[in-house]
């Protein structure tokens, strides 16, 4: 059975919705798979046999090698970085705190975002899927769930933020490695049961009645505002109100430091849990700034070149936050040098205290 293209291609050309996805994973799989309005002397059927496959574009040696290797570096890098990230976290226990198991969880998603890129790389170069419909289906349920798991992770932390900055005397109590891990599995249970269930609602749909037409139209436009616009409202306000409160926080520090008055515990503390903020917040920013212009795009007319720049640009996501990590915290650095060097084999490694140079 041939995995029916018109899941994304034949949406834009024929206003097909049976078959569409969540919104997040239909514009970007739609994008991938985006017919370049090819002459016909230089295209052929997908499926010689039937005419309402996909059309498949020929491309030179040279642009499949250049987009081979692209995709392959850097679907290794991403599943390379995202580990040792894993790793660093798993392995030692001084790293065994709430917003780290967060962390834990994002690096968990981006790494398998890592594995499927060389078959969106597949699709983008050939125009054609051959793995049946089945296949088709659960990739898709597959991919829709990461990209949801990765949006909720970005959501509990700018919580955890909040939280830390706005609260600190609540967050032992309200932020607990127990229920960090309920909302992590939370998370993951509750976007796996909505994204299938989306996809199962959504590919029952018959283009060819009006009704069902506007029914999949507005599960679109609803499953966009759910699993993107919401939550990146939520988060865009729970930052403001923290980089709020930690410029207060650094004005108050700044005053005691210019009257020579020592900093106490709580001023450090605060000062710690602020950079922590303003360190998360830059992957809380990249993430936006990978995704929106997509998305802008995808509601817009523009090229199928320009979406299938920008559909990528949101996959290096992915392999981005290890580098941000590796920036900003001198132990994910440590961490790293443990692990390479194989020092995490050494008995008791796993209680090195990785917060200071040995």
Not at 292 to 313: D, G, H, Q, R
Request: proline share 3%.
């Amino acid at each position: 059975m041939l995995c029916p293209l018109t899941y994304y291609d034949a949406v834009s050309q024929q206003d097909d919705t049976r078959f569409s996805g969540s919104a997040r994973a239909h514009s970007i799989i739609g994008s991938l798979l985006a017919v370049h309005s090819p002459n016909v002397m230089d295209t052929q059927y997908c499926f010689d046999t039937i005419t309402s496959s996909c059309m498949k574009t020929k491309r030179s040696s040279f642009e499949h090698n250049i987009i081979y290797i692209f995709v392959l570096l850097l679907s290794v890098w991403t599943v390379f970085l995202n580990l040792l990230v894993i790793i660093s976290i798993s392995h030692f226990k001084k790293l065994h705190t709430p917003t780290n198991l967060i962390i834990l969880s994002l690096a968990v998603a981006d790494m398998l975002i890592g594995f499927v890129m060389p078959i969106e790389a597949f699709r983008l170069i050939e125009m054609c899927s051959y793995f049946g419909g089945s296949f088709c289906a659960l990739y898709i349920v597959f991919l829709t769930v990461l990209f949801s798991v990765s949006l909720s992770n970005i959501v509990l932390i700018a919580f955890d933020r909040f939280v830390a900055v706005c609260q600190p005397l609540l967050y032992p109590q309200k932020i607990t490695t127990t229920k960090t891990l309920m909302s992590i599995c939370l998370c993951w249970v509750c976007s796996s049961a909505y994204n299938t269930a989306f996809v199962i609602n959504t590919g029952n749909l018959d283009a060819s009645n009006r009704r069902d037409v506007m029914t999949g139209f507005v599960w679109r436009v609803a499953d966009l505002f759910v699993a993107f616009i919401f939550p990146c409202i939520l988060i865009i306000t729970l930052y403001m109100r923290i980089f709020y409160v930690v410029h207060r926080h650094v004005k108050v520090i700044n005053l005691l430091m210019k009257g020579g008055k020592c900093l106490i515990e709580g001023s450090v503390k605060r000062k710690s849990e602020s950079k922590a903020a303003l360190t998360l917040g830059v992957i809380v920013a990249v993430y936006l700034l990978c995704w929106i212009p997509y998305y802008i795009s995808s509601i817009s007319v523009a090229s199928s070149t320009t979406k299938n720049i920008l559909t990528w640009v949101t996959y290096t996501n992915s392999s981005l936050n290890p580098l941000i990590y590796a920036l900003f915290y001198p132990w994910f650095r440590r961490t790293v040098k443990h692990i390479l060097t194989l020092k995490i084999f050494h008995p008791a490694s796993s209680l090195v205290n990785i917060f200071t140079d040995h």
